[in-house]
């Protein structure tokens, strides 16, 4: 089992910065990568980003690229996504997502574990 749980969501004006963090625990050296996603009113649940728990290396989707980090701590067992340059349309709530195979960075049905949430708000 893997339990996440996310913080530093909040209200933010467009062009502002916001820091997302994902505190995990449990079984952590059966994480093959971490996620974020996001879920917008009336809209499906989408990638953000992610990052392969050792080794690092990152994807981010094509609406992020350039604006947001994603980055983990490996000792403290926390994964960050830094959100630069926002806009209203990243209007969401961000959820944090543990993948134990790593065979579908993308895809959110590959995620086995998933935090409750937290609401990221870009006023324009």
């Known amino acids: 089992q893997v339990q996440l749980v996310e913080s530093g969501g909040g209200l933010v004006q467009a062009g502002g910065s916001l820091r997302l963090s994902c505190a995990a625990s449990?079984?952590?050296?059966?994480?093959?990568?971490m996620g974020w996603f996001r879920q917008a009113p009336g809209k499906e649940r989408e990638f953000v980003a992610a990052?392969?728990?050792?080794?690092?290396?990152?994807y981010y989707a094509d609406a992020v690229k350039g604006r947001f980090t994603i980055s983990r701590d490996y000792n403290k067992n926390m994964v960050y996504l830094e959100m630069c340059s926002l806009k209203p349309e990243d209007t969401a709530v961000y959820y944090c997502?543990?993948?134990?195979?790593?065979?579908?960075?993308?895809?959110?049905?590959?995620?086995?574990?998933w935090g409750q949430g937290t609401q990221v708000t870009v006023s324009s």
């Open positions: 997502a543990a993948d134990l195979l790593g065979d579908g960075i993308a895809k959110s049905h590959a995620y086995d574990y």
């Open positions: 990052i392969r728990w050792s080794g690092g290396i990152t």
């Open positions: 449990g079984s952590i050296f059966s994480i093959n990568a």
